[in-house]
């Protein structure tokens, strides 16, 4: 459960962390620290720590398949470990870091988790749905002429997509954005833009106090029902004539309440 924890929650640090490649090319030199070794990569440098009995994670202790120790003279691909996967465990967000393929990341994801729950039966493709959705937000670095969007927000990347592939062929700018990898407890809050939708059974005080600086609003005919509920004029009124109307909304037209 710790790992599930760790790849649908996605903190930004995990206990026993991997070292990872964050370029490709060709391990010139190998050296030792006191707490563990620096790799060079191209000369870039990377440091592989000890494990927490003091062992050096550069050389395999149990069974793993498919991971060769680094040496001088071999040939790496960023996003490769350089540490014992035995003993050590992949951050999704260290793996973006270095290979920059949110795809690559969701696919490691997925793996993962399928081969966790594969014993119960758990298909691969309900895994997928669940990792799509936890990679499917952007940071809007330029809004292009994408109107009602400003730099710095998050916006669901299939939305993006589909707007930067309508604005191409308008010969308009488009978007310029990042993918971000953001938990399953807080990926609702990211990609709703409904202040009163996002109320649930946590973060109410920061929801509450974000709207209020940010003049947020509400859809009371959206898609959620939240704000609906929370109102209430409509509910139990039914689209016929000679239907009851409270004093309150005597003389407004329906989609004014």
């Known amino acids: 459960f710790d790992r599930v924890q760790q790849l649908t929650l996605l903190s930004k640090k995990i206990p026993d962390a ?4 964050m370029t490709s090319g060709t391990i010139t030199k190998i050296e030792p620290e006191r707490t563990g ?3 060079y990569v191209n000369g870039v440098k990377h440091f592989v720590p000890f494990d927490r009995m003091g062992r050096s994670l550069l050389s395999p202790v149990g069974t793993v398949g ?22 050590s465990r992949i951050n999704p ?3 973006y870091r270095a290979t920059k393929n949110i795809e690559k990341v969701q696919n490691y994801m ?3 988790l399928h081969g966790i729950f594969k014993p119960e039966g758990v298909r691969r493709q309900h895994v997928e749905t669940v990792v799509r959705a936890l990679g499917n937000v952007s940071r ?3 809004p292009g002429d994408v109107e009602g969007v400003l730099k710095g927000e998050f916006q669901p990347t299939s939305e993006l997509r589909a707007i930067n592939r309508r604005l191409a062929k308008e010969g308009r700018r488009p978007a310029d954005y990042a993918p971000v990898l953001k938990g399953i407890d807080v990926m609702p809050l990211v990609v709703q833009e409904d202040w009163m939708a996002k109320l649930n059974h ?3 005080t920061k929801t509450l106090t974000d709207a209020a600086a940010e003049g947020s609003v509400s859809d009371l005919h959206g898609l959620n029902p939240t704000p609906g509920m ?7 009124l039914p689209k016929k004539k000679g239907m009851f109307v409270p004093p309150h909304l005597a003389g407004l037209e329906s989609w004014r309440y």
């Open 37 to 39: 070794h620096n790799v």
């Open 18 to 21: 991997a070292s990872l490649a």
């Open 93 to 95: 967000h260290d793996l």
């Open 110 to 112: 997925a793996s993962e």
């Open 230 to 236: 929370a109102y209430g004029a409509e509910f139990g």
């Open 202 to 204: 946590e973060r109410l």
């Open 140 to 142: 809007v670095k330029n």
């Open 66 to 87: 498919g991971w060769s120790a680094p040496r001088v003279g071999m040939k790496i691909e960023a996003g490769d470990p350089l540490s014992d996967p035995t003993r």
